[in-house]
């Protein structure tokens, strides 16, 4: 049996993600690593979130879409360490949130290796760019926002609120 | 199947190949540690790390429960949204710590028969979750001591001798940074805020505090894992001085409180719970245990 045109890598590597349609799983760096083996691919994915209901429906995706390519023996696995961190998302992924209206995360800032968390008491000092107009006159209206990775955002200059794709 | 389809493909996909179809009631379409090697490490006693796995599992379930139950009610849409997504990242936290737990014991339990098939005094929670809020003042109270908790518990498993703990922990402890600094600047808004508001916060504090030092107390399970369990006495001054500087920007002072007795020392880690549990646990398993197995 002469094996698919196209590699598997390339199949995963082009699932969008369910909840973000305009941007793939692997511009998210929820897609790590897919490894053909003979027949067999296994596909490893990572959560952004633990509780990220997205998982299920990426994990059903990947299969569905790699078995329509010709890969019939496929597994997809999770791996959780290293912990997702927002700093995967790729440029590409970038200017796919941001011509979506969704502000692109800026640079996680690294959890101390030890020693406790420190705590922030207020937002950050420096506003998230809005999305649309490009100005910094923007404000969190929420910490939280419609899935676990994004924060919601106003912005005083086109007064048009925006989604942000945490920093983490 | 064409491109047409593509905008539902995902949920389509996961309608025609679910193996497990327990939607009805459970989570049990996914295996939350699928594919990951869950062998329990040489020196560590599985049935050990198993019931102490239980044990942070049980505090992130039943206090997502809690505060799921504020879905609907909240005083606002935007702080709606931030307990349904911390609900959901403890819950998520729940599943994993529950699977692990099922993986380490042998027993093959899955994290739907150990959230829905037991019975209150197989719980292994710390009675702070269990307990519900009187208003907004006091789940940010509850929030805060409990996230700062956890943050320090979690914070120091990223090192512990299970790795499986280890990630999962290492994923968490972003999650709840995330949590404690909501929390903690809601008790500042509150305590800093009216004199209404000052009063509310201070007696959400009040009706807490009594349940602050089972936190720090170690269980004999915890002590029979050194080195993969965390030493929780040693995280109080973590929590003293995060509460403290907390409470000195919302201009309140540390309450006074006798912390709540159990029974001939037993309290929620060793099955022993307040009432409020029984009532929590009948609604949260009541689909489960009227349909068993139930597939839609």
């Known amino acids: 049996m002469s094996p698919p045109p196209v590699p598997a890598a390339g199949i995963a590597a082009a699932v969008p993600d369910p909840e973000l349609p305009m941007v793939t799983v692997a511009d998210l760096g929820i897609l790590r690593q897919v490894r053909e083996d003979g027949g067999h691919v296994t596909v490893t994915i990572t959560p952004t979130y633990s509780g990220c209901p997205a998982l299920a429906e990426i994990s059903a995706d990947l299969s569905r879409r790699l078995r329509q390519a010709g890969y019939h023996d496929v597994t997809v696995r999770t791996e959780l360490s290293p912990p997702w961190t927002s700093d995967w998302i790729t440029a590409e992924g970038r200017r796919k949130l941001a011509a979506a209206g969704i502000a692109p995360p800026r640079p996680a800032g690294r959890l101390p290796a030890s020693g406790p968390v420190p705590l922030r008491l207020t937002a950050g000092p420096r506003p998230v760019p809005c999305p649309r107009c490009g100005s910094a006159r923007t404000r969190e209206t929420s910490a939280f926002s419609a899935t676990a990775c994004k924060s919601l955002h106003r912005c005083e200059e086109c007064h048009e609120p925006f989604e942000y794709v945490k920093e983490i | ?296």
């Open chain 2, 1 to 296: 199947m064409t491109d047409d389809d593509d905008e539902y493909g995902a949920y389509q996909a996961l309608a025609e190949e679910a193996e497990d179809h327990r939607w009805a009631f459970g989570t049990g379409f996914t295996d939350p540690l699928a594919g990951v090697d869950t062998t329990v490490p040489a020196g560590v006693d599985g049935a050990l790390l198993a019931a102490y796995c239980l044990m942070l599992g049980d505090d992130a379930l039943i206090y997502s429960h809690r505060l799921q139950q504020w879905v609907t009610r909240a005083p606002e849409l935007e702080e709606e949204t931030a307990l349904a997504n911390i609900a959901l990242d403890l819950l998520g936290q729940a599943r994993m710590l529950l699977a692990r737990a099922g993986r380490a014991d042998g027993s093959g339990r899955d994290e739907d028969d150990l959230a829905f098939l037991r019975d209150e005094g197989e719980f292994r929670n710390v009675r702070l979750v269990e307990r519900p809020d009187a208003d907004f003042a006091e789940l940010a109270g509850r929030l805060l001591v409990f996230s700062t908790w956890r943050l320090a518990l979690l914070g120091a498993l990223t090192a512990s001798r299970d790795p499986v703990l280890a990630a999962i922990a290492a994923k968490s402890v972003k999650e709840l940074a995330y949590h404690r600094d909501y929390a903690a600047r809601w008790v500042v808004r509150l305590g800093d805020g009216t004199d209404v508001s000052h009063a509310k916060i201070t007696a959400g504090l009040a009706a807490v505090w009594p349940l602050v030092d089972e936190l720090f107390t170690p269980h004999p399970i915890e002590l029979g894992l050194p080195g993969t369990a965390a030493d929780v006495r040693a995280l109080r001054g973590e929590f003293d001085t995060v509460l403290d500087t907390v409470l000195a920007a919302a201009t309140l002072d540390r309450p006074q409180a006798v912390p709540l007795a159990g029974l001939g020392g037993r309290t929620g880690r060793d099955g022993l719970h307040t009432e409020d549990l029984g009532y929590l646990l009948a609604e949260m398993q009541s689909v489960a245990r009227a349909l068993p197995g139930s597939t839609w």
